[in-house]
């Protein structure tokens, strides 16, 4: 234990050795410091909790009732009604020089007691005022005069400057779905990629797992949500991620890439500081709460639960369950460079190191000529490998090399200082950016600890990525965390004329600490095999990137569309032109509306977009028809989308009741055929949640090109995609190269085919339009799109729209 540990160093009284009293002297001040710090975490968070237990009320109002009901007292009159006559009765008796002190106990008491009922209002009101969602049911750009009055309410009831946190206690839970809907919802799904047979057969089973089993295990169900925050979101976490026995390398994790365009220094060690800094300064916001909430419409919060495990995480392997292990704080982070790992620490006395005093640590790594030891290169390939297996080697592991393993795993995250540079180049930017993208999903499988909540990764030509492990939270996290980090470090903290960061190196620092790991001969053999199946797996990810410039944001706008629902039906156009055939297709979205809501499903392979994608293959159908059919799958997947959002979708609700049935051991081959089910086509929107930190307009290239994610089916894509701007849409595109079906490339090449083919329905529209208005005599702008014919190729240049 920590405190045992630093009690050795504390003695009651020092011999006149001078050795013995430098060795007590940092270990007492160490023990003086720690406890200040701990007293400083309890104090700060006493308080933040306090804040958020009475948001949306504040301290202050608590003054003020107390002064108001005073100064009513001090005019005889009793808002009272007696109440603080009783409590005064209550009270012991002081003396009759005490009687004031008495009277005024008392109406700090009852001032105490009515407050706490305002704010148990309050709560209840918000909460009631959360739960409805008529608000994301509505058309896009119409709103009832109910919603605007709920929008009032809300307003009111929100109260001012919110902590991070504020909202938990008022957030409603997320409802259970009536079992008739989502059965039928999920029938509905499934028709457009099933043959008569096999629907009518899976038509059968649902009326089957309708009439004997859905009712007593939707019971359940209710009685869950009743009593826990959430009646999904834990089983998610352990049964889809926890207890997953797959490697974390590609099947868990995902990435974040840099700035497409731009690196704003080539030194490595630099941009390793200036990062390191802004994610730390991230931290200690978040300690502080004082990141704000995220509103929807600037009104609805959305949960922040997921934030609290972003640094110093681990996700821990078990031999059947892993669990994820947070600490309260960690003061170095784990670096692991050519081979090696070093702890460096990041606070000093006076606080958190500058970035560069970071730097300087990090150019120590760099400049260190010691080699790596045996096996210890490629130590970190046993956190790819297999969960049993891991699990296994790391308790000898944790005996023979306990200080080193937990240096890594108590670490605040981990920062990988590669040997090779990354990113877009000139001289070949597909190649370019699909190597970029394949390093950061799984690297060479040996130098990333895929354990940690995140790594960092730096390349040697100072580009910077994200490998982020996906139990603990979500990608919109994360995302949050790096757009600050990426905006941070470059325009807040900057870099000097020469590329290093600002400010002066601290030579009084000590060197980075190398840890030393004393491998037993058994790991040996792991270690090998872990290497073996890592660099099977990497080498088997075919990954492209590339940047959609021929429109974006703002066309789509102009189109009076979803953005979202604009890219999902041209995938759906896009694989089926990829594959010749149509297939089940899992977007992700989030359920956050709810208290420790996490993700839900949205089937966007509707016969909506099915009908859509056949005409737009017939020759014989017109732009006015196909444009018409594209707007009906539109707004058939918006409805899909508000649906899933606002607790009402079909995955999650089926997926709680087969762990149920698993619970009552009782077989259902409804849910044994859900279960069963492949997602070819996985797709997912990196959001952009803090536009104001980018200027967009003046500088175009600082903004994040997003990330991307491993295929969830073997014969499957991963596809992901960023608006970045309103002209710009970057899309990430994953396979595997063992499938003779699926080739990443391909599909990008269908992918912005489709799209050019979309807006030419658009372009039609408008000439249509245009000739209209020109023989009415009226004057119209010039087309703002290239000519584009349904079904040729795009131009060779990236013209915008």
Aim: hydrophobic letters at 40%; charged letters at 20%.
């Amino acid at each position: 234990m920590a405190e045992a540990h630093q009690a050795v160093g504390f003695r009651p009284s020092l011999t006149s050795d001078a050795g013995e009293m430098e060795l007590s002297a940092p270990m007492l001040q160490e023990i003086y410091l720690s406890g200040l710090r701990s007293w400083k975490r309890h104090l700060s968070r006493f308080w933040n909790d306090f804040l958020t237990g009475v948001f949306p009320a504040s301290p202050l109002s608590w003054l003020f009732l107390f002064s108001a009901i005073q100064l009513a007292w001090f005019l005889q009159l009793d808002p009272s009604l007696g109440l603080m006559e009783k409590i005064k009765e209550l009270l012991p008796d002081w003396g009759g020089q005490h009687h004031r002190l008495r009277g005024v106990l008392a109406a700090a008491l009852f001032a105490s007691c009515l407050w706490g009922a305002l704010i148990f209002t309050l709560h209840v009101a918000l909460r009631l005022l959360l739960s409805y969602h008529g608000w994301l049911l509505q058309p896009h750009g119409a709103m009832s005069s109910r919603t605007k009055t709920w929008l009032a309410l809300v307003r009111i009831f929100s109260g001012r400057h919110p902590m991070l946190f504020s909202y938990q206690r008022s957030l409603p839970r997320q409802p259970v779905p009536s079992v008739q809907d989502t059965v039928r919802k999920y029938l509905e799904s499934v028709r457009p990629v099933l043959s008569d047979e096999d629907f009518d057969w899976t038509a059968a089973l649902a009326r089957e797992f309708l009439r004997l089993q859905a009712s007593l295990l939707q019971w359940y169900l209710q009685l869950k949500s009743w009593w826990a925050s959430n009646y999904v979101s834990d089983w998610w976490e352990e049964f889809v991620y926890l207890r997953s026995r797959n490697s974390l390398m590609v099947n868990s994790n995902y990435y974040m890439m840099d700035f497409l365009y731009v690196t704003p220094t080539p030194v490595q060690a630099a941009r390793a500081g200036n990062a390191v800094h802004a994610l730390l300064l991230y931290r200690h916001r978040l300690n502080r709460q004082e990141i704000l909430p995220t509103l929807l419409m600037g009104m609805r919060p959305l949960c922040s639960a997921q934030y609290e495990k972003i640094f110093n995480t681990t996700r821990i392997p078990g031999v059947h369950k892993d669990h994820i292990r947070h600490l309260r704080d960690s003061r170095h982070v784990a670096v692991f460079h050519r081979g090696r790992f070093f702890r460096v620490g990041t606070h000093s006395q006076s606080g958190l190191l500058s970035p560069r005093a970071l730097e300087q640590q990090f150019q120590r790594i760099l400049d260190d000529p010691s080699p790596a030891c045996p096996h210890e290169e490629h130590l970190a390939a046993l956190t790819a490998a297999p969960r049993d297996m891991w699990a296994q080697v790391r308790r000898s592991l944790k005996t023979q090399a306990q200080e080193a393993l937990e240096a890594v795993e108590g670490a605040a995250f981990f920062v990988s200082l590669d040997s090779e540079p990354a990113g877009l180049t000139r001289e070949d930017p597909a190649a370019s950016l699909d190597a970029y993208a394949h390093a950061l999903l799984a690297g060479r499988g040996h130098d990333r600890w895929f354990d940690k909540s995140f790594s960092l990764i730096v390349f040697s030509n100072g580009k910077l990525g994200l490998s982020v492990e996906h139990s603990w939270a979500d990608c919109p996290i994360s995302g949050h965390m790096w757009e600050f980090t990426l905006a941070t470090e470059c325009f807040q903290l900057g870099y000097s004329a020469d590329g290093h960061c600002k400010g002066h190196p601290d030579p009084s620092l000590p060197q980075p600490q190398r840890l030393h790991w004393d491998l037993p001969d058994k790991i040996h053999l792991s270690i090998s095999l872990a290497l073996r199946g890592a660099k099977t797996l990497s080498g088997n990810i075919d990954c492209h990137v590339f940047p959609f410039s021929h429109f974006g944001k703002s066309f789509i706008k102009r189109c009076h569309l979803s953005s979202d629902s604009f890219i999902q039906m041209a995938l759906q156009l896009a694989y089926f032109r990829d594959r010749g055939q149509f297939c089940l297709t899992y977007e992700s979205t989030m359920t956050r509306l709810f208290l420790e809501g996490r993700t839900e499903t949205v089937r966007s392979c509707t016969r909506e977009a099915c009908n859509f994608v056949k005409a737009m293959e017939d020759k014989e159908k017109t732009d006015p028809q196909c444009l018409a059919l594209f707007r009906l799958a539109v707004d058939k997947h918006q409805a899909l989308l508000k649906a899933a959002m606002s607790g009402q979708g079909v995955d999650r609700h089926l997926f709680a009741l087969y762990i149920v049935s698993q619970f009552l051991h009782l077989q259902s081959p409804f849910l044994d055929q859900v279960r069963s089910e492949q997602w070819q086509l996985a797709t997912s929107q990196i959001p952009v949640q803090q536009i104001h930190l980018f200027d967009v307009h003046s500088y175009p290239d600082y903004v994040s090109s997003g990330g991307g994610f491993g295929p969830a089916d073997d014969h499957g894509y991963g596809v992901s995609y960023i608006f970045m701007g309103d002209d710009v849409i970057t899309f990430h595109i994953s396979s595997k190269k063992s499938s003779t079906r699926t080739d990443s490339h391909r599909l990008g090449q269908h992918i912005e085919d489709a799209l050019l083919d979309v807006a030419a329905l658009f372009q039609e529209g408008q000439r249509r339009k245009r000739r209209g208005l020109a023989e009415e005599g009226s004057e119209h702008s010039r087309d703002s799109l290239p000519c584009h014919t349904r079904g040729s190729r795009a131009p060779t240049t990236a013209t915008n729209f």
